[in-house]
T-cell receptor, first 115, second 111 residues
């Protein structure tokens, strides 16, 4: 089946620094990718929709200047958490749908810890 | 607004059957997904329903009633490894096709 990878799987950073998370579709092209955030014991919250070749669409309440999304190619989307703070510590997961959108493949997730 | 509800927690016995319900009220509907998620891992796809009725896949079955805004996931012959969170998600359709996730149900399978 289709595979989506994320890098890094785990990152610890100091408050105020920026962290970049990559999401790659390994064996299929994804014009759209989704970024989610998940706090402990909670469900996935959609942050934004990443669109290849155009601006990302952010969900209500998500700061676009803080969570920069770039979808530079049909297989790569990046999420940059700028000026990270401890409250940004979370599990970040990306997903990519198939062309028919009848299935979405999730990356393994990135555990971000901001000290 | 968007509202997808599931029970928070459930407990069941190994070898038994458990049904996890999901009710939804969303601005659009173009399919409902069930995912399994173990702690610290990404969700894995279980099932997809877009038409009313029952979809069976091995030990797992999923049912959808669009008129009632209701779905359930049925797990048979429960195994200890089935202890996980089960997430119901609705695909909005239209231009976005984004998935909106429910609150998730933490299932504990006991011996």
């Amino acid at each position: 089946g289709a595979v989506v990878s994320q890098h890094p799987s785990r990152v610890i950073c100091k408050s105020g620094t920026s962290v970049k998370i990559e999401c790659r579709s390994l064996d299929f092209q994804a014009t759209t990718m989704f970024w989610y955030r998940q706090f402990p014991k909670q469900s996935l919250m959609l942050m934004a929709t990443s669109n290849e070749g155009s601006k990302a669409t952010y969900e209500q309440g998500v700061e676009k200047d803080k969570f920069l999304i770039n979808h530079a190619s049909l297989t790569l989307s990046t999420l940059t958490v700028t000026s990270a703070h401890p409250e940004d510590s979370s599990f970040y997961i990306c997903s990519a749908p198939t062309l028919a959108y009848n299935e979405q493949f999730f990356g393994p997730g990135t555990r971000l810890t901001v000290l | 607004g968007q509202n997808i509800d599931q029970p928070t927690e459930m407990t069941a016995t190994e070898g038994a059957i458990v049904q996890i319900n999901c009710t939804y009220q969303t601005s659009g509907f173009n399919g409902l997904f069930w995912y399994q998620q173990h702690a610290g891992e990404a969700p894995t796809f279980l099932s997809y329903n877009v038409l009313d009725g029952l979809e069976e896949k091995g030990r797992f079955s999923s049912f959808l009633s669009r008129s009632k805004g209701y779905s359930y996931l049925l797990l048979k012959e429960l195994q200890m490894k089935d202890s996980a969170s089960y997430l119901c998600a609705v695909r909005e359709g239209g231009a976005t096709n984004k998935l909106i996730f429910g609150t998730g149900t933490l299932l504990a399978v006991q011996p």
